[in-house]
Nanobody, 127 residues
């Protein structure tokens, strides 16, 4: 089993920044494909970003390209989501996700591409 614990959420003003962290345990971190998803009030959970296991290849949702950056530190068993130029529309619960399975790159945009989920961390952006 893999345990994922997110941190770093909170409140920010429009134009500000936050960095989310997700610490993983229970499996060799470098064997895990990692992703971030978010769920805004009244909406379905949606893909934000994903990062490959060892070579740092990243994929982003169009809505966050240029604003958000996903990264990982395999030595610290942690994946990060740096969020810049925040706006109220970014308000959501952000979830960290992981899988040890291998799929085509596009499949990691889907919730079904992940087997393990964190509890989520709230991000609230005020105008």
């Amino acid at each position: 089993q893999v345990q994922l614990v997110e941190s770093g959420g909170g409140m920010a003003q429009a134009g500000g920044s936050l960095r989310l962290s997700c610490a993983a345990s229970g499996r060799t971190f470098s064997s895990l494909r990692m992703g971030w998803f978010r769920q805004a009030p009244g909406k379905e959970r949606e893909f934000v970003a994903t990062i490959s296991r060892n070579d740092g290849v990243t994929v982003y949702a169009e809505s966050v390209k240029g604003r958000f950056t996903i990264s990982r530190d395999n030595a610290k068993n942690t994946v990060y989501l740096q969020m810049n130029s925040l706006k109220p529309g970014h308000t959501a619960v952000y979830y960290c996700a992981a899988t040890n399975l291998y799929y085509s790159a596009s499949y990691y945009r889907k919730e079904s591409g992940y087997d393990y989920w964190g509890q989520g961390t709230q991000v609230t952006v005020s105008s």
